[in-house]
């Protein structure tokens, strides 16, 4: 797990983001944050997906996985999908 995962620990869930937003803003805040993350996951064919409140990780095959924060989704992804996914990768 990197620093920053590990700060976030414990805190507001990663993709729900802070401060005091109301209900709908949240929930559009938290969907653009999963549409970020799915574009990181998209070359190991796995789509991270919101299901009732619950971050739900699938594979193109089918596989499923719940997660609850950013560093589980790194590990799940890595497990189900078609390769290892590095979410620095050709950034920077």
Same mark, same amino acid.
């Given at each position: ?8 620990? +414990? $805190?507001?869930?990663?993709?729900? =983001?802070?401060? $005091?937003?109301?209900? %709908? /803003? @949240? !929930?559009? /805040? @938290? *969907? &653009?944050?999963?549409k !970020? ?6 070359p190991?064919?796995? #789509?991270?997906?919101?299901? +009732?409140?619950?971050? %739900?990780?699938?594979?193109? $095959? =089918?596989?499923? #996985?719940?997660?609850?924060? !950013?560093? *589980? %989704?790194? &590990?799940?992804?890595?497990?189900? +999908?078609? #390769? /290892?996914?590095?979410? !620095? /990768? =050709? #950034?920077?």
């Amino acid at each position: 797990m990197c620093g920053a995962c590990g700060i976030l620990a +414990g $805190t507001p869930d990663w993709v729900d =983001g802070a401060g $005091t937003r109301d209900g %709908v /803003e @949240r !929930l559009a /805040e @938290r *969907h &653009k944050r999963i549409k !970020l993350v799915n574009s990181l996951l998209a070359p190991a064919g796995v #789509r991270l997906r919101d299901f +009732g409140g619950r971050l %739900v990780l699938q594979s193109a $095959t =089918g596989r499923t #996985r719940i997660v609850t924060d !950013l560093a *589980h %989704v790194w &590990k799940a992804a890595d497990e189900i +999908g078609r #390769r /290892e996914i590095d979410p !620095l /990768e =050709g #950034r920077g």
